[in-house]
Structures are given as structure tokens and as C-alpha cells.
């Protein structure tokens, strides 16, 4: 379709935003690969009928998904995975985190990357980092011939559980992934409200409390999505949930919203997965 037409996000038959958009880039691939362009939001990703950030307020998004973590370590993170993210907004924040030595990514879908340095260049990461190894490969896979206790942080910027994400809500993927982390190390992983976090919570959280001591539900506002709800796994409990020992500074996210970000206690599990 050419010109502005509106376009209904497909998350849910029965719920899902809409947007009056001009299509910039449609191919299928893996995943379904569709750039819109809203006179609001401006570029936005959709995969497979989702919207996956908005140039409008990704950085809230990223933002969360890197600091919020790495803010609970004891000591500064040196090596991080990253799974998913291939649009490169996580790398772009772990970059500004000066203790980081090491980043690996292992990103499902090459069309994705390809598609997002064109279209999304400048708010990628910079992927010539030394530092850096960018592997496409399905994540579950890529964590089995990970190293055991390798990382402080695990960074799980997946899609939702449907399609080539499924394997990153199994038991299977939560066991892979405590033995690399090391034993301060801390895991995020998104978890999308507001349709599939009750899907989540009754078939995830199960195995997710089956396989780490700690597990925190975190809740953010991005502004293009609703609430962003992500789980926080920390395989130790950390010093201070609320005055974190490692400080960072973003656009968007701030130590003193630590207690936001936890405001949502557990004991609201079985309400939420309603
Ligand atoms: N910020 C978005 C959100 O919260 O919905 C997600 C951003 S990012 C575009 C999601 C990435 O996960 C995509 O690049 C997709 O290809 C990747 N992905 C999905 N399943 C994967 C898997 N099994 N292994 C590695 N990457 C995967």
C-alpha cells in the first residue's frame, strides 16, 4: 500500500494499537519485516504484526534493559550477553558503561540487522567495537556453547513468546542461562505487557522460580507500548534493590527509579496472570 493508510498492530486478535502510517519497508524473512513511518512516533520496527520500538521513545526501552540490571551488580559489569536485540539499541547503551570489556550478541534473524543499520543507523550501537562479537545464531543455542559463570549480565531483548522467541521462555533456555551467568550475575529478560505477560507469568514464571533463587517482576512505562513489563532474574540477592551500588545516568533512566521499576510486588503474580 503507498500513501498514509491506517494500520492495525496485530499482538492479539483481539487487542492491538493502530496507526495512521506510510509504509517504508515490508519483506519476510524469518519474521515478518515491516518499517512504518507515523508523523508522531516517526520509524518505527514491527515484526510479525508487533511493534518492537518506536524512534519516539526506544531509548526508554533500552535504557531500562541495560542499566536497570547492570545498576544491581556489586562490582562494575565487565561481560555481557546479549540475546536478540538486533535493532542495536542495547549494544548502544552497554557501550557507554566504561567497565564493559566484553559483548556477545546472538541475534536470530540477519535480515533484521541488516534492515535496522540501514533504517535505524543512528541509534545502533557501533557494531566495529572490538569488544563486541555479533553472532547470528538462535540464543538457546548460542547460550549452550556458552561458557559456564562467563557473564555478569544477561540481557534478553527477544521478542514475544510466539515464533522464533519461544525457545527463550523454556525451562530449558532458564537453566542454559543461570550456568553462564557468573554467581553475581544478573539476567533481564522483556516480557511484554499487556498481552502476553499473563501467558508469561503462568507458563514462564514456574520455571523462571524453578531455576533462580531470586526473581523480580519490573515494570516500566514506554510511552508507544503501554507498560513494558520485563522480568528481572538475579542469581544473588543484590546489596540494594533501591540505592544501587553501580550508577547510571540516561535520557530516561535514573537510580532514584529503581523503586518504581520494583513497584510491582510478586505477590500480585496470580492477579497479573489473569
Ligand atoms: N525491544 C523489543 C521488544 O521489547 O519487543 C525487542 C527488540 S529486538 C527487535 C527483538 C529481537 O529478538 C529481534 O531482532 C529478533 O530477531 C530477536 N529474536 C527473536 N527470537 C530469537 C532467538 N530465539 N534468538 C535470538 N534472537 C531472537
Known amino acids: 500500500m503507498t500513501g498514509n493508510f491506517w494500520w492495525k498492530e496485530k499482538i492479539h486478535r ?9 509504509l517504508v519497508f515490508e519483506e519476510k524473512n524469518l519474521q515478518k519485516i515491516q518499517i512504518f513511518k507515523n508523523p508522531f512516533w516517526g520509524y518505527f520496527l514491527v515484526l510479525d504484526g508487533i511493534v518492537q520500538f518506536t524512534e519516539k521513545d526506544e531509548f526508554i526501552y533500552h535504557e531500562t534493559i541495560t542499566y536497570l540490571p547492570a545498576s544491581l551488580l556489586e562490582n562494575p559489569p565487565e561481560k555481557v550477553l546479549i540475546i536478540g536485540g538486533g535493532d542495536g539499541g ?3 547503551e552497554l557501550q557507554k558503561i566504561p567497565s564493559i570489556k566484553k559483548i556477545i550478541q546472538f541475534e536470530i534473524d540477519t535480515l533484521v540487522f541488516e534492515v535496522c543499520q540501514k533504517y535505524f543507523f543512528k541509534l545502533s550501537g557501533n557494531y566495529h567495537d572490538p569488544r563486541v562479537s555479533f553472532i547470528i545464531k538462535d540464543g538457546l543455542e548460542g547460550l549452550k556453547e556458552s561458557p559456564e559463570k562467563e557473564f555478569d549480565l544477561l540481557i534478553v531483548d527477544c521478542t514475544d513468546p510466539v515464533g522464533p522467541a519461544k525457545s527463550l521462555y523454556t525451562y530449558e533456555f532458564y537453566k542454559e542461562a543461570y550456568r553462564v551467568l557468573n554467581e553475581k550475575g544478573v539476567f533481564i529478560q522483556q516480557a511484554s505487557l499487556p498481552v502476553y ?6 507458563s514462564s514464571y514456574p520455571l523462571i522460580t524453578s531455576v533462580f533463587p531470586i526473581v523480580k517482576i519490573v515494570r516500566t512505562f514506554v510511552p508507544s507500548y503501554g507498560e513494558e513489563i520485563a522480568f528481572l532474574l538475579a542469581t544473588k540477592e543484590p546489596k540494594d534493590w533501591f540505592n544501587p551500588k553501580q550508577v547510571f545516568k540516561g535520557k530516561y533512566y535514573h537510580p532514584s527509579l529503581n523503586p518504581y521499576y520494583f513497584s510491582i510486588p510478586n505477590t500480585w503474580i496470580d492477579i497479573l496472570s489473569k
Open 14 to 22: 483481539d487487542f492491538g494499537h493502530a496507526y495512521k502510517v506510510e
Open 90 to 92: 542495547a549494544l548502544r
Open 197 to 202: 505477560f499473563p501467558q508469561i507469568l503462568k
